[in-house]
């Protein structure tokens, strides 16, 4: 069943300029995001689907941006495609939700990344 559905757009331009600030991208992104991101030939599209990504889970789950937080989740690629990782603290307000799995699937075209997230309790 679905718990909740959440998109989020970032655009890519606009991101590019945030990350040229240090301080931004640490306060916003994982460690293991900001390798990913900075291994690719244009790490601002990268960093754009990730902010997308927290952003659209957090509408998902009801709670906000300010309710969960920035660094409270992060993007992992897998083989298999992106998945939502979180800690512990925001695991268990999923699970008080009655949250069992998420869905993420991330894209960017011209200017803009995108992020969709769907809940399944």
């Known amino acids: 069943m679905i718990a909740g559905v959440g998109t989020d757009m970032c655009g890519i331009s606009r991101m590019k300029r945030a990350i040229e600030c240090e301080r931004f991208v640490v ?14 030939k244009t790490p ?3 960093f754009a689907s ?3 990504a927290k952003e659209a889970l957090a509408k998902a789950i009801g709670l906000g ?3 969960i937080g ?12 992106p998945v ?13 939700r009655s949250v069992r799995r998420s869905w993420l699937s991330l894209a960017h075209e011209g200017d803009y990344a995108m992020a969709f997230v769907v809940l399944e309790s």
């Open 27 to 40: 306060r916003v992104f994982s460690g293991e995001e900001i390798e990913y991101a900075m291994s690719k």
């Open 44 to 46: 601002e599209r990268h």
């Open 50 to 52: 990730a902010f997308a």
């Open 65 to 67: 941006l300010a309710g």
């Open 70 to 81: 920035f660094s409270s989740s992060w993007v992992r690629r897998t083989d298999s495609g």
């Open 84 to 96: 939502i990782m979180m800690t512990d603290a925001l695991r268990e307000k999923f699970e008080e």
